[in-house]
């Protein structure tokens, strides 16, 4: 079955230092997703991200955090100035069209983000 | 807000147990709901459930949603160890961007 990769598995930063994190969706998928999962909590979602823009955002999603897919396969995540309670594992995520309207995401692997 | 609740949160059982999970929501604007399955890192998807009353399987595994009481449950039959793992429940809400709103988890541990 194909897949969305992230890279990397695990990033470790100090505090204030830009991270960014890397994935490639599935290559006919349109619509792209970032969640993250703060250990022992559940998955929260971040931003989608459908034709060369933002979708929809939540309130984790500040200034801080941005998206950018630079090419027609990588989709990024960066974290300006990384505060402690970033740390959590971020997962990417992609889904093609579902021309019934309903829809299956697929998950990347996700990359284990450690702000010390 | 919109609210996903998984029961229970952890189950532990002995291998060849029948489970039931249980997954309730309160969303606006409800389109489907999914359940993954989440082992070391990734979840993958295992059903998209979007009519009431349409019991979709796989193998051991079988869910069913009821819109109208605002639940699903995730049956997973004659256990094995492999099926320890966090399930997770999550609600499709519909709208352009199409994000899921996650519960908890159910953490279910599957003794030999």
Same mark, same amino acid.
């Given at each position: 079955?194909?897949?969305?990769? /992230? ?6 930063? /100090?505090?204030? /230092? ?23 909590? &559940? ?49 990417? =995520? ?23 | 807000?919109? &609210? ?32 993954? &399955?989440?082992? &070391?890192? =990734? ?70």
């Amino acid at each position: 079955e194909p897949e969305v990769t /992230q890279t990397p598995s695990h990033q470790v930063t /100090q505090m204030g /230092q830009e991270v960014i994190l890397r994935c490639v969706p599935i290559s006919n998928h349109l619509y792209f997703y970032w969640y993250r999962q703060i250990l022992g909590q &559940k998955v929260e979602f971040l931003v989608s991200f459908y034709n060369n823009e933002i979708s929809e955002k939540s309130e984790i999603f500040d200034d801080q955090f941005s998206v950018e897919r630079p090419d027609g396969s990588n989709f990024t995540l960066k974290i300006r100035s990384t505060k402690l309670e970033d740390s959590a594992m971020y997962f990417c =995520a992609s889904h093609e069209w579902g021309t019934t309207g309903v829809v299956k995401l697929f998950f990347g692997s996700g990359t284990q983000l450690s702000v010390l | 807000e919109d &609210k996903v609740v998984q029961s229970p949160l952890s189950l532990v059982v002995h291998e060849g147990d029948t489970v039931t999970l249980n997954c309730s929501y309160e969303v606006t604007n409800f389109r489907s709901l999914l359940w993954y &399955k989440q082992e &070391k890192k =990734a979840p993958t998807f295992l059903f998209m459930l979007t009519s009431s009353g349409i019991e979709k399987k796989s193998g051991r595994l079988s869910s069913i949603l009821d819109k109208k009481e605002l639940f699903s449950i995730l049956n997973i039959t004659a256990t094995q160890t492999g099926d320890s793992a966090v399930y997770l429940c999550a609600v499709l809400i519909s709208g352009s961007a199409r994000q899921l709103t996650f519960g908890s988890g159910t953490q279910l541990t599957v003794l030999p």
